[in-house]
């Protein structure tokens, strides 16, 4: 597994695997870290594959993020991240979680084939979230929820077992 706590490291063409109980591929945290990740990727992680927290930047592109037993990728923390063209699939929570008054760019990622949501908006979240294609999850395609906020243009949302986006108060 990896940590990032400051600087603007770049990662690239690597496999990263995290298998000790509940462990995260890669992990950024605090507000001096961003990285640049690329053409990597992150799977088989006991826990989330990439989490990006305490606001944390970076960008991440290009990547695959898979089989990993929780969350594919999770934003919170008041992050601020440009999380582009990335596969998010076969994840055993939700592809893509966005919470925690976190914002960023999410845009041209294919998320697909995850157990639960494709995509969750909730907690105060203000994502810009456009150009995804989201589909065959075992839930929602997109879940906003508990405050959840931003802005979803230009998404191709299908073929997901319930509903393609949803909006839940609670």
Do not use: W
Request: overall charge positive; charged content about 20%; proline content about 2%.
């Amino acid at each position: 597994a990896i940590t990032i706590e400051a600087g603007k490291v770049k990662i690239r063409d690597c496999t990263v695997q995290a298998s000790a109980d509940r462990s995260i591929g890669i992990l950024v945290v605090n507000y001096n870290s961003e990285p640049s990740i690329k053409n990597t990727q992150i799977h088989q992680c006991k826990g989330n594959g990439l989490v990006i927290e305490n606001q944390g930047r970076g960008k991440y592109a290009y990547n695959s993020i898979f089989d990993n037993v929780a969350f594919g990728i999770v934003c919170r923390g008041e992050v601020r991240p440009q999380v582009k063209h990335n596969k998010v699939f076969e994840n055993g929570y939700s592809g893509l979680m966005i919470c925690e008054d976190s914002k960023g760019i999410y845009t041209g990622n294919e998320v697909y084939q995850n157990r639960q949501h494709g995509i969750i908006i909730e907690k105060n979240a203000k994502p810009v979230c456009k150009l995804n294609n989201v589909y065959k999850n075992g839930k929602c395609g997109i879940l906003v929820q508990g405050q959840g906020l931003g802005k979803l243009a230009n998404n191709h949302v299908f073929m997901n077992t319930e509903t393609g986006v949803e909006l839940r108060k609670a």
